[in-house]
């Protein structure tokens, strides 16, 4: 599976912003799909996750109520919508698909994309 994070850039607190994630493979709907994110000169944190049917999504509490997880299987393509945003959701977000774990944990994901640059200014 190769993943293709896209969305990320400059917003002002308050503000949202909708980042993707693209995969390819035809088992796309067969993984979890988890968004991640590394703030500079800090570890990489999970911030949100949905089962392959969608059914269940999974969030960090710090982005819980403004943050929502979604994906279309159809389209291969896992989304998060940010919303009111903060300055200390400035970070690179990493989308990443797990064949099965713990859905908060980064050794559960088995592939990884690039990553989006999020800025939020205050």
């Known amino acids: 599976v190769q993943l293709q994070a896209s969305g990320g850039g400059l917003e002002q607190a ?3 912003l909708g980042l993707s994630c693209a995969a390819s493979g035809r088992t796309f709907s067969s993984y979890v799909m988890g968004w991640f994110r590394q703030a500079p000169g800090k570890v990489r944190e999970f911030v949100a ?8 999504t999974y ?3 710090s982005v819980k109520g403004r943050f929502t997880i979604s994906r279309d299987n159809a389209k291969n393509t ?27 944990g980064l050794r559960s994901y088995d592939y990884w994309g690039q990553g989006t640059l999020v800025t939020v200014s205050s």
């Open 14 to 16: 308050g503000g949202s």
């Open 49 to 56: 996750a949905i089962t392959w049917s969608g059914d269940s």
């Open 59 to 61: 969030y960090a509490d």
């Open 78 to 104: 896992v989304y998060l919508r940010m919303n009111s945003l903060k300055p200390e959701d400035t970070a690179v977000y990493y989308c990443a698909a797990s064949r099965g774990g713990l859905v908060r």
